[in-house]
């Protein structure tokens, strides 16, 4: 099962290869991270995606949350989320699909950022399976260059995404 | 030089020095008394500011041998050991004992030199990415980036090292940050909103294991390092008497409960006794008591007491569940636990159950065969060991045979007594934690007994015990192998000697004179008894050479990946 984990952390230098050491112990592998700081500047938040056993992403967390530069871990996979992920997608186009190209960006209101005579730079936002299928509809016409930030995700509603998951406040 | 400040009346008064006296400064104020080091370029003026520092310093021979003596110093006394080590290989020397002592759980703080802020990272002349590397083997590190920062580092440092579920710690100190100067100021508290252990156990949960305890028939206690840790000894026999539950404890553990207590098994897991793993196979109710199912104490997982219920107690959420399924989790700390638990739970008398286990016990004790030719066993060298010591003496091993045979044979009545490497199972350990035991200790009768491989790993420091007169007594349970791998091979590979045969030896005895440590070579229990005799009048450190039968193997064993149930080597009292 694919997993999001939400970090509170420190932003001090090394929390992140601590908090990645961790997964990696175990041999999984983080499929995305995202990270930037939160409304208090001293504090990032990590988003991070691993697909992986219930059981072993759940011990894994333990040990994030027992970092001491970590604040607080909660798997939100269960949670009620808004998930986005930006990606930008150069994909090759001249005069003759260009027109083609701009219909699924329009559908998909994504945007042009970048054009030149043989590709367009496509920046789309939205979640994983929006992003998924702007990629596949593109991929006929040649995608030169993908590049995604991971995912972000918030948990809806009043409920602050600051607390720590049940599972893991109960442990 | 070191500027001293008078503790109590100066200790918030600002003082302006440099970085290294700064640390020095803090050390004294978190109340070290001793630091295991090696000098070298990029901390020659921590050094400096040692030389005439209230501190005493231990000159190792090799860091490792620092690392180690800081870990037998923490886990003789419970406090945390400190070393110190310059940069690049000093700082990658001290890798194993920090590893050592995180496998263990054991508080340590471990300092290290670096090349100065501006060349980090730039591959400069004895440089180590020393946090990276030990970042997973450390319970928290930190490279100082300021020297204003040392005391509230420094004080952090002891702090995270020694509470919660213990574990090393290292402080990396570039060598600007110990020539910068400084405004000095200890800081009264220490404020880490990330890092809150929990010492209080749930109470609900807490009634539940007591009631669980009420129900159950066949209950046995299950107990690990945590217990020793944290100081729970006194109430977990309060607790085994007041509810006659027998008790099993791992490597460990060992200490923990009184080896000598009627209702002690002995060890469990893969050398563990009879009656203990039986226990284990046919309990209906686990108590876990600060261990973690560890798989040389499971065996197969999934036939690890098949028909019990499980109450883990433990402080670290992270290992409840872990490896195998719990009924009733309490995260908390172990006396914390069992002070509430004790007050809970029901008195319950002896019954079928304890006749039971008490009868395996008698029919299933640990047994060996003594040659006709007088040759000494080694287990009759542990035995020899505990007599003479009337079981008193803290007791350091190194790694296999002779440490399974120590674990056995000596019934270590009181925690902190038994130093042994239980997790990481490093060869070498031994000796120096030893010497670390007998600096914290001056008053114990201390002995290091090594294996003649696991010996010869840390042999240098026999001149650190020789400068200081440390009177660490040395057993060497000399079976000319690595034992271990020699038992293995004929077990399992076909008596395939394969490079575990030691011989040449050296001569054991002119190595230790070498270093100006007297011993002697034995190969009786005549022989031996006396030089147990001799050791312990002689004040400081003394060597003793076992010459033991070569090829005494480790029983009962469980082999790797069987169940507990799937013992080798049961010897019963009537073959035997
Ligand atoms: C540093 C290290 N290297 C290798 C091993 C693997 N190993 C475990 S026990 C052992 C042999 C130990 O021999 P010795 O010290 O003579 O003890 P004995 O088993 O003979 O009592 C070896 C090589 C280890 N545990 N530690
Ligand atoms: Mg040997």
Redesign the pocket.
Same mark, same amino acid.
């Given at each position: 099962m694919k997993h999001t984990i939400s970090i509170q952390v420190y932003n001090h230098s090394g929390v992140l290869a601590r908090v990645a050491g961790l997964f990696s112990r175990r041999g999984y592998n983080i499929e995305s991270i995202a990270v930037g700081v939160t409304e208090d500047p001293d504090i990032s938040r990590m988003t991070i995606v691993v697909e992986g056993d219930e059981h072993i992403v759940e011990q894994i967390t333990k040990n994030v949350h027992k970092l001491i530069d970590v604040l607080k871990v909660s798997d939100i996979s269960q949670e009620d989320t808004v998930d986005r992920e930006l990606a930008l997608i150069k994909v090759a186009a001249d005069t003759s699909n260009r027109s083609d190209i701009l219909q699924i960006v329009d559908i998909f209101r994504a945007h042009i950022v970048d054009v030149s005579e043989k590709s367009v730079v496509v920046e789309i936002v939205g979640d994983e399976q929006k992003l998924e299928a702007i990629i596949q509809l593109l991929r006929p016409y040649g995608i030169k260059e993908l590049t995604r930030t991971g995912k972000i995700s918030m948990v809806r509603g009043s409920k602050p995404q600051s607390i720590p998951s049940r599972r893991i406040a109960s442990a | 030089m070191a500027i001293r400040l008078n503790k109590d009346d100066e200790r918030r008064k600002i003082k302006r020095m440099t970085g290294a006296q700064a640390f020095v400064q803090a050390l004294i104020d978190t109340d070290v008394d001793t630091v295991f080091g090696y000098p070298g370029g990029a901390v020659l003026s921590i050094y400096d500011a040692l030389y005439d520092a209230p501190i005493r310093h231990i000159l190792v021979r090799h860091e490792q041998g620092a690392a180690h003596a800081a870990d037998g110093y923490a886990r003789a006394t419970g406090r945390p050991g400190v070393c110190l080590a310059t940069s690049g290989p000093g700082a990658t020397n001290l890798v194993t004992g920090i590893a050592t002592a995180y496998m263990d759980s054991i508080p340590m703080v471990a300092f290290t030199g670096n090349v100065a802020q501006g060349l980090l990272g730039t591959d400069a002349f004895q440089e180590a990415d020393i946090t990276g590397i030990t970042l997973p083997v450390t319970k928290h590190n930190y490279l100082v980036r300021s020297a204003k920062d040392l005391p509230k580092v420094i004080r952090e440092a002891f702090h995270i090292a020694s509470t919660g579920r213990p574990g090393p710690v290292l402080v990396d100190l570039p060598k600007d940050i110990s020539i910068a100067q400084v405004d000095y100021e200890y800081p009264e508290t220490v404020d880490l909103p990330g890092y809150k252990p929990t010492y209080k156990g749930h109470i609900r949960q807490i009634l539940e294991a007591a009631y669980a305890i009420s129900a159950a028939e066949k209950p046995l206690l299950y107990v690990g390092g945590g217990a020793v840790a944290s100081g729970a000894h006194e109430l977990l026999a309060q607790l085994a008497e007041k509810t006659n539950i027998p008790v099993t404890t791992t490597l460990m553990g060992l200490g923990a409960f009184p080896g000598t207590h009627r209702l002690f098994l002995g060890m469990l897991g893969m050398h563990g006794t009879v009656a203990a793993n039986w226990a284990v196979c046919e309990c209906d109710l686990l108590i876990a008591v600060g261990a973690r199912f560890d798989d040389r104490v499971t065996g197969k997982l999934d036939q690890f007491a098949p028909n019990a219920k499980v109450i883990h107690i433990d402080i670290d959420p992270a290992e409840i569940g872990k490896n195998v399924p719990v009924d009733i989790p309490i995260v908390g700390d172990v006396a914390a636990v069992l002070e509430v638990l004790l007050e809970k739970v029901s008195p319950k008398s002896a019954n079928a159950w304890l006749t039971q286990v008490e009868q395996w016990k008698q029919e299933y004790p640990l047994a060996y065969d003594k040659p006709e030719t007088g040759e000494l066993m080694p287990q009759e060298a542990i035995e020899t060991l505990y007599k003479k010591t009337a079981g008193k003496a803290v007791v350091a091993g190194? @790694?296999? *045979?002779? *440490?399974m045979w120590i674990a056995q044979y000596y019934k270590f009545d009181n925690p902190r007594h038994h130093l042994s490497s239980g997790g990481l +199972?490093?060869? +070498?350990y031994g000796f120096p934690a030893a010497i670390g035991a007998a600096v914290a200790k001056p008053d114990a009768e201390v002995w290091a007994v090594? +294996?003649?491989?696991?010996?010869q790993?840390n042999a240098q420091e026999l001149s650190t015990a020789a400068t200081y007169d440390i009177p660490v007594k040395i057993m060497i349970?000399n079976?000319s192998? !690595?034992?271990? @791998?020699r038992q293995w091979q004929e077990l399992f590979f076909r008596q395939r000697y394969s490079n575990s045969h !030691?011989m040449p030896n050296p001569d054991f005895v002119k190595l230790a004179e070498a270093h100006g440590v007297p011993g002697v070579t034995v190969k009786n229990r005549a022989q031996l008894e006396e030089a147990v005799h001799t050791a312990q009048n002689t004040s400081g450190p003394y060597l003793i050479d076992v010459h033991v039968v070569p090829e005494a193997n480790v029983f009962p064993m469980v082999p790797a990946g069987g169940a507990l149930s799937d013992m080798v080597g049961i010897r019963g009292r009537l073959e035997s």
């Open positions: - | 190194d @790694v296999w *045979q002779h *440490q +199972g490093t060869m +070498g090594c +294996g003649d491989g696991s010996f790993m349970i079976n192998y !690595l034992g271990m @791998v !030691l």
